[in-house]
């Protein structure tokens, strides 16, 4: 049982470049989602999905797009990367089955774009 | 929208002693989640302790309390015999019904 897996660790992208992130989670959750972290901002929401084929906008969705073929990938997608899009990004998975929605998250990937 | 407000960005305590970190939220819903979630250097996020709004007693484990109060919508978390391993950023979180919004976090540094 892995848990909430995130790939890759760490990127370096050239501004205009693109690149898709992976989430996977190996305990059929139905919710997923998509966080960034900037230095004093705590976490903010990008997108997420509330099941396989589903995907809605977060708090700070522009720049970012998402999709949800299989439920248990979550991918997100940089198009044209900006240097504004430098951050950590974390995926989660939760489910209402959960006591409490609690919220499994993956270790982060690290991207710098220059 | 639902705000969560930490107001300490910074935080020190000696070890084994007791430390209390402030967390107040902004909602109209009536029945929700707050959470405390623990971020170490290695970046991993770890659920520290959970609290449901319709419970009146508050959430413990093990060194780890929280002081609920509802109507003043505040929800602070008490580390009680601190130890190094718990130098982390902690965020505070309320569970929103798709999602979780977080403060911007406290840095606790737990010094010998």
């Known amino acids: 049982n892995a848990g909430v897996t995130q790939t890759p660790k760490f990127r370096v992208l050239k501004t205009g470049q693109s690149m898709t992130l992976l989430c996977a989670q190996d305990m059929n959750h139905e919710y997923m989602y998509w966080y960034r972290q900037d230095p004093g901002m705590g976490l903010r929401l990008i997108h997420y999905?509330?099941?396989?084929?589903?995907?809605a906008k977060g708090e700070v969705p522009d720049g970012y797009n998402v999709s949800r073929l299989k439920k248990q990938n979550f991918l997100l997608g940089l198009e044209s990367a900006a240097p504004s899009q430098t951050s950590v990004y974390f995926c989660?998975?939760?489910?209402?089955?959960?006591?409490?929605?609690?919220?499994?998250f993956g270790p982060g990937t690290r991207l710098t774009v220059t | 929208a639902q705000t969560v407000t930490q107001s300490q960005p910074e935080m020190s305590v000696q070890e084994a002693e007791t430390v209390t970190l402030s967390c107040t939220y902004d909602t109209s819903e009536s029945n929700y989640y707050l959470f405390w979630y623990k971020q170490p250097p290695s970046r991993q996020m770890i659920l520290v302790i959970r609290q449901e709004a319709y419970k009146q007693q508050n959430a413990t484990e093990n060194r780890f309390s929280v002081n609920f109060q509802k109507a003043a919508k505040s929800f602070s978390l008490k580390i009680s015999d601190s130890q190094l391993g718990d130098t982390a950023m902690y965020f505070c979180?309320?569970?929103?019904?798709?999602?979780?919004?977080f403060g911007k976090g406290t840095s606790l540094l737990v010094t010998p």
């Open positions: 999905s509330v099941g396989e084929g589903t995907t």
């Open positions: 979180a309320f569970y929103s019904g798709y999602a979780l919004n």
């Open positions: 989660a998975s939760t489910d209402s089955h959960l006591q409490g929605w609690e919220q499994y």
